[in-house]
Each structure stands twice: as C-alpha cells, then as structure tokens.
C-alpha cells in the first residue's frame, strides 16, 4: 500500500514538488537570516559611531573648561569689581563639568555656560590693557579653536544620530530595532534661537 503509493507520487511529481516547496522556504528563511544579521550589525555599527562621535565632543568640552579658570582669573586681575559675571562662569562651568544627564541635557548646560562667558568677554572690552595682555590673547586664541572644534564635532554627531533614528524609525529596519532594543538618539544642539546657537565670540 505504501509501495503503491511511493510509486504513485514519483510518477505524478508530488515528491519533486515537495522538495522544491522545501527549498523555496529553506532559502527564504535563510534571506530572512542574513537579512536579519546584517541590519542588526548596521544598527550596532551605527550605535558606536554615535559614541564615539560623543567622546570627541566631550574632548574638546573638557578642553573648554580646562580653559576657563584661566581666562577668569586673568580678566579678573584687569575688573576685580565684577564679582558677579565671574561667579556666573565658575557655576555655569561646574554644572557643565558634572555631565550626566542626556545630550539635550549637557547641551543646555552648555548653553547657560556660553552665556556666562560672553559677559566675561563684554567685561574685556572695556579694558584695552586687558585685550593686550599676552596671556589673555593666548587664552582667547586657545577658546577660539576649542570652539570651533566643538562645532565640528557636534556636527559629525548631529549627523551620526540621524543616520541611527532614521533607520530605527524607518521600515524595515525599525523591525529589527525593535527586536534588538535599538532607541532614537538625541541630537547635541543648543536650545533658543538661531543667533544663541553659534559659538561664542572670542576675537575683538
């Protein structure tokens, strides 16, 4: 009965039918797999771009407030009087340095922290011996480039995180973000209008 029936199948093409279905769905599942893989590694790949593009920022910050006592005790011995400004940086630069928080977070912080230090260089111009003080000019020379280099890094941060929230967000990949845990990003930017954003001026 068995016999009859192998014999049944073979002749009709049930069995090369079978086996081809077989494959078929063999060969799906093993797309499906490589697909899975590969936007999963995107994903990773992506995710440490993004924290390595946040360790350089968090260089160049920490550059930034090495820079800052300096700068306030030399325009301090020019304006002793303006004890408030100068205390406006030293807390403005301490909440800064704690971190902490999300990247919008230490971005805010940051932007209470470039407020404070445009006061000092306001101060500044009002003493021309200080803005012909050797050490003071190395310093702003030094917080020029800081600055600028935070603005480069922001922006090849800003970049790296829209790469990652648009994949997460976008189908299919947002599948296998999903699965994996991937999250959106915040974005490194400064809050207010456009002129709060740029970096603070150093050069008189």
Same mark, same amino acid.
């Given at each position: 009965?068995?016999?009859?029936?192998?014999?049944?199948?073979?002749k009709?093409?049930?069995?090369?039918?079978?086996?081809?279905?077989?494959?078929?769905?063999?060969?799906?599942?093993a797309?499906?797999?490589l697909?899975?893989?590969?936007?999963?590694?995107?994903?990773?790949?992506?995710?440490?771009?993004?924290?390595?593009?946040?360790?350089?920022?968090?260089?160049?910050?920490?550059?930034?407030?090495?820079?800052?006592?300096?700068?306030?005790?030399? $325009?301090? *011995?020019?304006?002793?009087?303006?004890r %408030?400004? @100068?205390e406006?940086?030293t807390? &403005?630069? !301490?909440?800064?340095?704690?971190g902490?928080?999300?990247?919008?977070?230490?971005?805010?912080?940051?932007?209470m922290?470039?407020?404070?230090?445009?006061?000092?260089?306001?101060?500044?111009?009002?003493?021309?011996?200080?803005?012909?003080?050797?050490?003071?000019?190395?310093?702003?020379?030094?917080?020029?480039?800081?600055?600028?280099?935070?603005?480069?890094?922001?922006?090849?941060?800003?970049?790296?995180?829209?790469?990652?929230?648009?994949?997460?967000?976008?189908?299919?990949?947002?599948? $296998?973000? *999903?699965?994996?845990?991937?999250?959106? %990003?915040? @974005?490194?930017?400064?809050?207010? &209008?456009? !002129?709060?954003?740029?970096?603070?001026?150093?050069?008189?």
């Amino acid at each position: 009965m068995v016999y009859s029936r192998l014999v049944f199948w073979v002749k009709t093409g049930t069995i090369k039918n079978i086996m081809m279905t077989t494959y078929i769905i063999i060969g799906v599942v093993a797309v499906l797999l490589l697909w899975l893989a590969v936007s999963y590694n995107g994903l990773v790949r992506l995710r440490q771009r993004v924290k390595e593009a946040w360790s350089d920022i968090e260089v160049q910050l920490k550059r930034r407030y090495d820079l800052i006592p300096n700068l306030v005790e030399t $325009v301090k *011995g020019y304006a002793t009087h303006e004890r %408030e400004a @100068f205390e406006n940086v030293t807390k &403005a630069r !301490a909440q800064a340095l704690a971190g902490g928080g999300s990247a919008h977070d230490q971005a805010a912080k940051e932007n209470m922290l470039t407020g404070a230090l445009k006061s000092v260089f306001a101060i500044a111009e009002a003493y021309p011996e200080l803005k012909a003080n050797q050490n003071f000019l190395a310093l702003q020379q030094e917080l020029s480039d800081t600055e600028n280099k935070i603005q480069a890094s922001r922006r090849f941060f800003n970049s790296n995180v829209m790469e990652i929230n648009t994949r997460v967000e976008s189908f299919p990949s947002n599948i $296998v973000a *999903g699965m994996f845990g991937f999250k959106k %990003e915040e @974005f490194f930017d400064l809050d207010g &209008a456009p !002129a709060e954003r740029e970096p603070v001026k150093v050069s008189f």
